[in-house]
């Protein structure tokens, strides 16, 4: 075996691993905390591309370098994008909460209004992004790009950042406890729908820096919207819906998975692996590696 071409692999999957968390957590956020399973988060994450794209290609905004556009871009992104996110969760998921059916339905029509607002706005063509910061780094034979090296860096940092607010901070604790048992949650003074509005705020806002942050390797189209689901769904599932930690620690899971399957074998491979490693898992633990039933679900 080429051991570069393995560790090679081996870092594709934590980067594959680190944008798939990246969806998890608003997905994890939304579904324990508003009872909703968001199905429009993947086109949320490419939104966060677009505005990306927008604000530093199209209009082409210019203070400083390239990688501080860049940056400015983003965290506009962000903010817009995560603001989307608060008026989703006012207008058509409040009143779903709790009816998985309807806020499925709810997030079906979010994803047609966003795929026919952005083919109007900007057309069908994949855009261009371009590189961020060039060139590439020989880590012992192993060779990536300097802008994976980052994104990579930025998706674990941001792992431990939102595994460390909702351990330790309040508002963090509060989300785990609306999302462990809402009525309990409620008695202890905890505002529902400030802790929904705050959940829906934070996965949007990481969704959108998924998406920023990949679009200079995958350009932006909406046809990456639905895989990135996909994966983040598969990931709640293997880890188990209860468990924020377990979530990221199964996205991880996928992104090596994936990775080796596809550089090993063929991309067909990657995803007949992902599909066949939830199969086993559901048949051992049907609420996942390391979750547990949710109240009102």
Same mark, same amino acid.
């Given at each position: ?13 934590? @980067? ?17 905390? &508003? ?54 969760e006012r207008v058509p998921f409040r009143r779903f909460q709790g009816n998985l059916i309807a806020g499925l339905v709810a997030a079906?029509?979010?994803? %047609?209004?966003?795929? +026919? ?5 900007? *057309? ?32 674990? &940092?941001? %792992? ?18 609306? &999302?462990?048992?809402?009525? &309990?949650? +409620? ?15 934070? *996965? ?37 819906? *209860? ?10 899971? @996928? *992104? %090596? ?41």
């Amino acid at each position: 075996m080429d051991v570069a071409l393995f560790f090679q692999a081996m870092l594709n999957g934590v @980067l594959l691993g680190a944008l798939i968390s990246l969806v998890v957590v608003g997905l994890v956020l939304v579904l324990g905390v &508003a009872r909703v399973l968001n199905m429009a988060h993947g086109h949320i994450l490419v939104l966060g591309a677009f505005a990306v794209w927008f604000f530093f290609v199209d209009i082409g905004i210019d203070v400083g370098s390239k990688a501080v556009n860049f940056l400015l871009a983003l965290v506009l992104g962000m903010f817009i994008v995560g603001a989307l996110g608060i008026v989703l969760e006012r207008v058509p998921f409040r009143r779903f909460q709790g009816n998985l059916i309807a806020g499925l339905v709810a997030a079906v029509a979010i994803m %047609m209004l966003i795929e +026919s607002g952005t083919t109007q706005a900007w *057309g069908t063509e994949t855009k261009i992004v371009g590189a961020v910061w060039a060139g590439s780094t020989d880590f012992f034979g192993v060779v990536m790009s300097n802008w994976r090296w980052v994104v990579m860096a930025v998706g674990l &940092a941001l %792992m431990a950042g939102v595994a460390l607010y909702m351990q330790r901070s309040k508002l963090g604790r509060a989300m785990r406890a609306s &999302a462990s048992d809402p009525e &309990a949650a +409620s008695l202890q003074g905890i505002n529902p729908i400030t802790v929904s509005r705050l959940a829906m705020f934070i *996965g949007c806002s990481l969704a959108a820096i998924g998406g920023g942050v990949m679009a200079p390797i995958y350009g932006v189209d909406l046809a990456v919207a639905m895989p990135w689901i996909l994966k983040g769904i598969l990931a709640i599932v293997i880890g188990g819906p *209860g468990s924020l930690g377990g979530c990221m620690a199964a996205a991880l899971v @996928l *992104g %090596m998975t994936e990775s080796y399957f596809t550089t090993f074998v063929n991309p067909q491979a990657g995803y007949i692996a992902m599909f066949g490693l939830l199969i086993a898992v559901i048949l051992v633990k049907p609420w996942g590696l390391f979750g547990r039933p949710m109240a009102g679900l």
